[in-house]
């Protein structure tokens, strides 16, 4: 069991590597490249929608959102472009990712768009 889940893993790393290579490719559309930035900075970034020291949904959304991002992002990249850049990844394997600047300001953003949520509504309710 414990085999089954460190490939799987691997495996989600190799496929964020292909779409930080899609995101770089010329031939990705725009909104594609949009929605790759965020799932890779996301994926990448120390800072997490729900933070980690959350029991249990804390690792909810590294389970769920990261695949489920990926796995979208994947559907959005020409099949030409992922192709070639699963290449790239398999010719360069034990490259590390640099971080896409983009998904980490997108969460920096959800964050205080919350906090400011949460101050506008205890002085409305003056809780």
Same mark, same amino acid.
């Given at each position: 069991?414990?085999?089954?889940?460190?490939?799987?893993?691997?495996?989600?790393?190799?496929?964020?590597?292909?779409?930080?290579?899609?995101?770089?490719?010329?031939?990705?559309?725009?909104?594609?490249?949009?929605?790759?930035?965020?799932?890779?900075?996301?994926?990448? @970034?120390?800072?997490?929608?729900?933070?980690?020291?959350?029991?249990?949904?804390?690792?909810?959304?590294?389970?769920?959102?990261?695949?489920?991002?990926?796995?979208?992002?994947?559907?959005?990249?020409?099949?030409?472009?992922?192709?070639?850049?699963?290449?790239?990844? @398999?010719?360069?394997?034990?490259?590390?990712?640099?971080?896409?600047?983009?998904?980490?300001?997108?969460?920096?953003?959800?964050?205080?768009?919350?906090?400011?949520?949460?101050?506008?509504?205890?002085?409305?309710?003056?809780?």
């Amino acid at each position: 069991m414990f085999d089954i889940w460190k490939q799987r893993a691997k495996q989600l790393k190799t496929e964020v590597h292909a779409i930080y290579l899609a995101y770089r490719d010329p031939r990705t559309p725009w909104y594609a490249k949009l929605f790759i930035g965020c799932v890779v900075g996301y994926a990448l @970034s120390p800072i997490d929608l729900i933070p980690d020291f959350i029991p249990v949904l804390g690792y909810v959304d590294d389970l769920i959102i990261v695949p489920l991002g990926v796995a979208i992002a994947l559907k959005m990249i020409p099949q030409g472009v992922l192709a070639d850049c699963r290449k790239k990844v @398999s010719q360069a394997a034990g490259q590390t990712i640099p971080v896409i600047w983009i998904g980490v300001v997108v969460i920096i953003g959800v964050w205080i768009f919350f906090a400011v949520v949460v101050v506008i509504f205890f002085k409305l309710w003056k809780i």
